[in-house]
């Protein structure tokens, strides 16, 4: 199982897997995966600052609110990846995780209040979503590159980061 971001093929699903994906295909998936990457290693590192700075869990949220919304938000496209064959992922599956977080960031989170926004639970979402989604979305631009003929040397990009065999929620 390749998860959501690794492109296999640019057809409908249950066409032959083995057909490469077109170059804009493939650069788009990079792009998506990159900028995603981009954005979780950001509301990390706003994270980081917010404890460096002496700050406490009461405030997390305020200090990475939109840029949470706007990765999770985008996560959306998954869906869209899924459902026209650009990636070998089960709708339902990525239906199921990306909505929930959705959900979670959205229903719960936004319209909760201080009552939710300001537990140490919303933290620690925050913090595993943040370290889980950088590596995933890292190695899927990666693994990008490598489908397109990218090697950047004789190793394997699933040697550098084994993600395939980790579970793709949390």
Known sequence: HYGRGFPTT???PGA???K???AAVTLYLVAFNALSAAGWAYVLFLL???FASGQS???VYKSCMWPLIAVQTVAILELVHSLVGLVRSPFLTAFLQVLSRVWIVWGLVLVGGPAVQQ???LTGLI???SLEELVRYTYYALAALKSAGMNWGASDCADVVA?????HSL
């Open 163 to 167: 993600l395939n065999r980790l579970p």
């Open 10 to 12: 640019t057809m409908a």
């Open 119 to 121: 537990t140490v639970f």
């Open 48 to 50: 980081v600052q917010h």
């Open 20 to 22: 490469k994906p077109s």
């Open 57 to 59: 869990v009461d405030t």
């Open 16 to 18: 032959a897997a083995d």
């Open 127 to 129: 913090t595993a979503w």
